[in-house]
């Protein structure tokens, strides 16, 4: 989301016109001649199009007509700059009124008209060029978007135009981000920001500072987007700009529900719908009735979710947009799960998936990356004939200062005899430093590289991991509501309803094992997040315990709990979530291994150096030295096999220690081969307490 306008831009407007009634005042009380400047065609014009951009901001409804009027009186003028600024500004203004065909027809009626060498000329055309990419833009087709901020970017670096390469920086910033390349989109939207505040664009560096903390909240980076959007809303209620109020609030209240607090971001959305229901911009009036019905759904509210969602469809047909069509199914799937219709619910995420496909597809995000290395190479070919120039204007310089020397060497030759001499050994030592440094240089660049090359490796297998699971999950939670569909439908067909009840339970394994990866992924790149309150962790272990007893019942075998006598519980400062798989990680490592008729003793007691200790020790084969070599290593497998043909990822043990590390505690084995082993997980005591027995069977 762009912020269109700025407080700055309306205060001059406003002047503007105070200005013109004084001076219609005056001229009025004392006639005098005339002020051609003032009265000018292209004054009039200027005048117009800085009114219309005021009021996109506030009644972008009324900035229509005198966007028109401009382009009626520059036409009447025949003055081609004024055309084209006209032409620009009245697509703009019916762009941020939604009204996208009769936009892109008057681009397209400015871009077909001729237009001179002029530097003015050639950077209002880039402008028109710029809207046309905007409109791309708003409607999600972003392949088409991004050759025309790449021509308005060439034009703006080469004739200097700082405003318009800022503009056009923040967009391709926005582009990159919708397609999930962040750290292009961090990239642009850095040199857009410095390039602000070089040149003291206020506004637009707000705009950007919006636009990056949309960024940084998309990447779970809470604590850096929350001030920049606060900045942002404080600004623009100061303004009482209320286009950009709005945008703020829907930012809040998206940064919340990104954040999983969707009570906090519902008062953020409703406000932001009451403005654009004032300002009557129906894409973002859309806009805001999929938040807040997104927000209802996930609070359980889901008829006021499927409500909202109705009065948004028709303005989502009329704008024909991808992404907005995404958006939109993609509510409406979440809606119908949180009514317990979970057929709507698949249906609607299907149409989503299509749609999010045609926006974000594979193809669209190649089309734009050879779009962009082209452009790459075209500067950069730029740059080669300009430090070829400068290199041919210092070889005439040389050529010059030779002949020079030539002329005085030929009088003072005993002199130069000496010199030369000097010279010579001079050159020599000067020669082997450079031979030194050059070695130096290239011994740590190769170093360089070498590290350089690892980090990319190590941060690209965590990207791939991170993709591959994230596009696992959906398929996987479409399966298992397929089976679960499938399953209640199928009550009276025994062998059907049977084999929908598997499918669904080896989904849902194979969806723990997706969150397993996402999990190693997180804690491998140092974004494992933890929620911590004060939890009993004996009664945590029992609560596991008593969940795995049928499956260690279905091998024969018992899971014994024991915890140390006392009446006050073991208390420790943690993530109950995350020491639930610690605990269950454990257990299932010691029944898998374990032969049937054995017992896995489960222990929770409090050390005497206050700590609290977790025990599980298992009567199975031991580890041998090669397996506790690798034993923490993710995809690691042990030496022997599971004794009830279960299967082995290798990620249990790796996770259960990096999760109890990130818990400020320790992982450690006991086993010798034969005699079973016991794992040890110590985490700081977080009060003085005791704790229980208990047995599950």
């Known amino acids: 989301m762009i912020p269109v306008d700025s407080p700055r831009r309306l205060r001059l407007a406003f002047a503007s016109l105070a200005l013109a009634v004084a001076c219609s005042t005056a001229s009025a009380q004392s006639p005098g001649p005339a002020n051609p400047v003032a009265d000018s065609p292209s004054a009039r014009i200027d005048a117009l199009i800085r009114q219309a951009r005021a009021l996109d901001a506030t009644e972008p409804a009324r900035a229509i007509p005198l966007a028109r009027e401009a382009l009626a009186l520059a036409q009447n003028t025949h003055t081609r700059l004024d055309e084209l600024r006209a032409l620009a500004q009245l697509s703009e203004s019916l762009r941020r009124n939604s009204n996208y065909d009769e936009a892109r027809r008057v681009t397209d009626t400015g871009l077909a008209l001729p237009v001179g060498n002029s530097a003015a000329e050639r950077l209002a055309r880039a402008a028109l060029v710029y809207e046309s990419g905007q409109i791309y833009w708003n409607r999600g087709d972003y392949t088409a978007a991004e050759p025309c901020y790449l021509e308005a970017q060439r034009t703006a670096e080469e004739l200097h135009d700082t405003s318009l390469s800022i503009r056009v920086l923040n967009s391709r910033g926005i582009v990159a981000r919708h397609q999930k390349l962040f750290d292009q989109s961090e990239q642009h939207h850095r040199a857009a920001l410095a390039l602000a505040e070089q040149n003291n664009e206020a506004d637009l560096r707000l705009q950007i500072r919006n636009n990056l903390a949309i960024l940084l909240y998309d990447q779970h980076r809470f604590d850096e987007a929350r001030p920049l959007l606060e900045e942002n809303l404080r600004a623009h209620t100061a303004s009482n700009n209320r286009r950009s109020m709005a945008n703020a609030f829907i930012n809040l209240g998206s940064l919340e529900n990104t954040a999983a607090n969707p009570a906090a971001a519902l008062p953020y959305f409703e406000k932001a719908l009451a403005l654009r229901l004032e300002l009557g911009v129906p894409r973002h009036i859309a806009s805001a009735r999929l938040s807040v019905a997104l927000t209802l759904a996930r609070l359980g509210r889901a008829d006021e979710a499927l409500a909202q969602l109705r009065l948004a469809a028709p303005i989502a047909e009329k704008m024909g947009s991808h992404e907005l069509f995404g958006n939109l199914y993609s509510a409406f799937s979440e809606a119908h799960a949180a009514h317990g219709d979970f057929r709507e619910a698949l249906d609607y995420q299907r149409r989503a998936d299509k749609e999010n496909d045609i926006v974000a597809g594979e193809k669209t995000a190649t089309t734009i990356a050879e779009l962009r290395e082209r452009f790459d190479a075209e500067k950069r070919s730029r740059l080669i004939a300009e430090l070829h120039?400068?290199?041919?204007?210092?070889?005439?310089?040389?050529?010059?200062k030779e002949t020079e020397l030539r002329r005085t060497r030929a009088e003072r030759i005993g002199l130069a005899s000496l010199l030369i001499l000097g010279l010579t050994t001079a050159i020599a030592i000067i020669s082997r430093q450079r031979a030194v440094a050059r070695a130096e240089r290239r011994i740590h660049e190769e170093t360089?590289?070498?590290?350089?090359?690892?980090?990319?490796?190590?941060?690209?297998?965590?990207?791939?991991?991170?993709?591959?699971?994230?596009?696992?999950?959906?398929?996987?939670?479409?399966?298992?509501?397929?089976?679960?569909?499938?399953?209640?439908?199928?009550?009276?067909?025994?062998?059907?309803?049977?084999?929908?009840?598997?499918?669904?339970?080896?989904?849902?394994?194979?969806?723990?094992?997706?969150?397993?990866?996402?999990?190693?992924?997180?804690?491998?790149?140092?974004?494992?997040?933890?929620?911590?309150?004060?939890?009993?962790?004996?009664?945590?272990?029992?609560?596991?315990?008593?969940?795995?007893?049928?499956?260690?019942?279905?091998?024969?075998?018992?899971?014994?709990?024991?915890?140390?006598a006392g009446d006050a519980p073991a208390l420790i400062d943690g993530d109950a979530a995350r020491l639930r798989q610690v605990v269950e990680n454990l257990l299932s490592n010691a029944l898998k291994f374990s032969p049937a008729g054995t017992t896995t003793h489960l222990t929770v007691c409090r050390g005497a150096n206050g700590v609290v200790r977790l025990e599980v020790r298992d009567e199975g084969p031991g580890l041998t030295p090669e397996d506790?070599?690798?034993?923490?290593?993710?995809?690691?497998?042990?030496?022997?096999?599971?004794?009830?043909?279960?299967?082995?990822?290798?990620?249990?043990?790796?996770?259960?220690?990096?999760?109890?590390?990130?818990?400020?505690?320790?992982?450690?084995?006991?086993?010798?081969?034969?005699?079973?082993?016991?794992?040890?997980?110590?985490?700081?005591?977080?009060?003085?307490?005791?704790?229980?027995?208990?047995?599950?069977?």
Do not use: W
């Not at 120039?389 to 010059?400: G, N, R, T």
């Open 628 to 697: 506790r070599a690798g034993l923490f290593l993710r995809f690691r497998r042990l030496s022997a096999a599971p004794t009830g043909g279960e299967s082995s990822t290798g990620l249990g043990l790796a996770l259960a220690r990096d999760l109890v590390v990130a818990h400020g505690g320790k992982l450690d084995v006991e086993s010798t081969p034969g005699h079973g082993a016991t794992f040890s997980a110590e985490f700081p005591a977080a009060a003085q307490c005791s704790s229980f027995h208990s047995k599950a069977p």
């Open 389 to 400: 120039a400068a290199q041919q204007k210092k070889d005439a310089e040389l050529v010059a």
């Open 448 to 564: 360089r590289r070498a590290r350089d090359a690892a980090e990319q490796a190590t941060a690209l297998k965590s990207k791939l991991l991170d993709l591959a699971s994230h596009d696992l999950k959906a398929p996987l939670v479409g399966t298992m509501m397929t089976a679960e569909t499938i399953a209640e439908e199928s009550a009276d067909r025994p062998a059907i309803a049977e084999r929908a009840q598997a499918l669904h339970a080896e989904s849902q394994r194979m969806l723990g094992l997706v969150q397993d990866l996402l999990d190693s992924s997180a804690a491998e790149s140092g974004r494992l997040e933890l929620d911590r309150a004060p939890l009993d962790l004996a009664a945590l272990a029992a609560d596991v315990a008593a969940a795995f007893a049928d499956r260690a019942a279905r091998k024969n075998q018992r899971i014994e709990v024991v915890a140390a």
